[in-house]
């Protein structure tokens, strides 16, 4: 299976919801472990890697694609 590809800064989209209603989150810290935070009320929380991997469907706004469209 490939491996998904995500950055620092990234805004993705989660299998579950958040509590709060959104399941959009932002990538604020990686490593062995990966913090997110919900874009709704802005709560974070720091999951293993391997199960960020398999609760995360896809990237919805990546943040290399952002900041290449503003040097243009």
Do not use: W, Y
């Not at 998904?4 to 209603?21: N, T």
């Not at 959009?24 to 974070?44: L, P, Q, T």
């Amino acid at each position: 299976m490939e491996r998904k590809h995500f950055e620092l800064g990234d805004i993705v989209q989660m299998k579950k919801q958040h509590p709060c209603g959104t399941n959009e989150m932002e990538i604020i810290r990686m490593g062995m472990d990966i913090r997110i935070k919900c874009v709704g009320c802005k709560h974070s929380v720091l999951i293993p890697r391997v199960k960020f991997e398999k609760n995360m469907k896809k990237v919805l706004r990546s943040k290399a694609s952002e900041e290449a469209q503003n040097e243009q």
